[in-house]
Nanobody, 122 residues
Framework: QVQLVESGGGLVQAGGSLRLSCAASGRTFSSYYMGWFRQAPGKEREFVATINWSGDSRYYADSVKGRFTISRENAKKTVYLQMNSLNAEDTAVYYC???????????????WGQGTQVTVSS
């Protein structure tokens, strides 16, 4: 199976930017649709963005559209989430996930990383 490890989380002030990375193991990384989800305390896991195997198709949640950008480099087995204009509502644990098909629901993803904390201060 695919193992996913997130990095790049931390503390950032409102209005600032942060770039998350997700490094994958295995030889079949390029076959997967990749997604980012987030979860704040007391809330359900929320879809953020997804990208197809070739990297030419992307879809974003309305709450992050225009501010976040998902991308991937298959040769490096890595997917990224560039986050701009961050606000306090973006504070959450961010998870990287992989699926063999296009999916917007957490239950449809097969593999998950352990998450990285993003905290946005006012």
């Amino acid at each position: 199976q695919v193992q996913l490890v997130e990095s790049g989380g931390g503390l950032v002030q409102a209005g600032g930017s942060l770039r998350l990375s997700c490094a994958a193991s295995g030889r079949t990384f390029s076959s997967y649709y990749m997604g980012w989800f987030r979860q704040a305390p007391g809330k359900e896991r929320e879809f953020v963005a997804t990208i197809n195997w070739s990297g030419d198709s992307r879809y974003y949640a309305d709450s992050v559209k225009g501010r976040f950008t998902i991308s991937r480099e298959n040769a490096k087995k890595t997917v990224y989430l560039q986050m701009n204009s961050l606000n306090a509502e973006d504070t959450a644990v961010y998870y990287c996930a992989a699926s063999l098909s296009y999916a917007l629901r957490a239950g449809e993803y097969n593999y998950w990383g352990q998450g990285t904390q993003v905290t946005v201060s006012s």
